[in-house]
């Protein structure tokens, strides 16, 4: 199975982060699958969350799939 196929499938249960697809499917370029996913039509939210410190902030991207039914809520509101 291919590391797109892998992540897709992960989103569709989970969020994402970058270690963790390093960690389950050993993809570095975990933007670049994202990105090619998006590119075929796949609705990727992008939420960035800090695991620094207030001092030294490091931001990690946290991706989401947004399903059919979500996005449909969200143009009803």
């Not at 970058?18 to 994202?34: C, E, Q, S």
Request: glycine share 4%.
């Amino acid at each position: 199975m291919s590391q797109k196929l892998q992540v897709l499938n992960h989103l569709k249960k989970a969020t994402l982060t970058p270690l963790v697809a390093l960690r389950n499917y050993g993809t570095f370029r975990l933007a670049a699958i994202i990105f090619n996913l998006r590119d075929e039509g796949y609705i990727i939210e992008t939420n960035t969350t800090n695991v620094g410190t207030k001092k030294k902030p490091k931001y990690v991207a946290n991706y989401k799939l947004i399903t059919a039914e979500q996005n449909n809520k969200q143009n009803d509101i």
